[in-house]
């Protein structure tokens, strides 16, 4: 099971159930590659791609992908190319009120990242080691998400952003990406049904086809039959387990 979570410009907030991991990804990858089209076709009422807007190819070039590992993952956000950077950032935006660097430090409070860093050793400037060792997982992931934060992409695409991680990490970051979320299109891919629960809708894809879609909670009241209480049991009953 691999919920693919939306969040349009406006604030809908719409979940995709899908079940295996190579339909989540082509999807994934789809939604990015189709959102200038969407762009080009809102403002020339029609897709031509010979003709797209200069702000429909400029939402391309800001799409921004988080994995679940980014400070080590080859898949994660490349707009910050070294964690000397990206901490070298993180510590201008929140040092420096100036106006400029004033945005950048609200973009960087979001991430939740701060407090933890500068509670290390030498702040800013501590040594994480190879691969990040001396950072938790859930450390490692507010940092990506920083990263993400100060690209302030159109487009967010999140992979695993709360997996491997325990109770209050997973809440941490999930608060992160809830703030990072609002007023910009995202897709998020999770194990776990517990992060959909919230959304306006949720749409239920079995073998490539929407077999239900409603609330979460209008979902459940289908009952045994329905697919969404399905999956929900069985992952229910993978966590007792």
Known sequence: MFPVQVR??????????IQTLSAVTMLAIVMIAVHPLVIACYYCKRILLKKMSAKAIKS???????AAEAVSNFRTVT???SQARILKMLKQAQEVPRRESARQSWYAGLANAHDFITGLKDGYDTFCGDRGLQLSGGQKQRIAIARAI????AVLLLDEATSALD?????????ALECVMVGRTSV???HRLST????????VLDQGKLVEMGTHSALLAEGPTGAYYALVNLQRTNTNN
């Open 196 to 203: 959909i629960q919230s959304c306006d809708t949720i749409a």
């Open 188 to 190: 998020v891919v999770a």
């Open 79 to 81: 707009a910050f190319s």
């Open 167 to 175: 109770s209050q990490s997973e809440k941490m970051v999930q608060d």
């Open 60 to 66: 391309q070039d800001q799409i921004s992908k988080l």
């Open 8 to 17: 349009s410009l406006v604030g809908d907030h719409m979940a995709l159930v």
């Open 150 to 153: 100060l690209k302030n992409p």
